[in-house]
């Protein structure tokens, strides 16, 4: 998002992506087994005047990075998650709040065709996503909707 700003404002920009370009239906999974190739496994370094020596699956290892390493899930901080000192006596409170965050994530959610479910129940935002929602699920959304279904619960999943 940063290379496409900089270079919709006329910045030269050269974008490196290390690895494969990757298919989600076919190469992203659910379990932190499968996902491990998905990740840095090599140890990597990070050089200046205190070099730090960084442990793998730091981030996603192929075309489009930290997407790769996110599985393309985009979810919105909640308004709590900024006032962690205030609401649980941790951390600190961030300078900005969710309203300040919330027009950018408006715009990088239409320009990377963010989809979601027509309602989303929790934190500040409630949808619509920009793009509607994507069918089929994959196998375990269907099994997580049946397990509620078997609850008497309702499943915040696509439908």
């Known amino acids: 998002m940063l290379a496409h700003e900089l270079s919709k404002a006329g910045v030269k920009v050269l974008v490196l992506d290390a690895g494969p370009m990757r298919d989600p239906k076919k190469d992203f999974a659910s379990d932190e087994l499968s996902m491990k190739n998905l990740g840095w496994q ?15 699956n730091n981030s996603g290892r192929g075309v489009g990075g930290s997407t790769v390493h996110f599985t393309g899930v985009f979810l919105r901080f909640h308004d709590s998650d900024f006032r962690t000192r205030t609401l649980d006596g941790v951390g600190e409170e961030w300078p900005i709040t ?17 989809s979601g479910p027509k309602h989303f129940p929790w934190g500040n935002f409630h949808g619509p996503y920009p793009y509607p929602e994507r069918e089929p699920l994959g196998p375990n959304a269907y099994m997580f909707q049946n397990g509620c279904k078997i609850w008497g619960s309702r499943a915040w999943s696509p439908s």
């Open 98 to 114: 969710y309203e300040d965050l919330a027009p950018y994530y408006d715009k990088i959610e239409k320009e990377i065709a963010v």
């Open 42 to 56: 090599d140890t990597r370094i990070v050089d200046g005047q205190n070099p730090l020596t960084m442990g793998h």
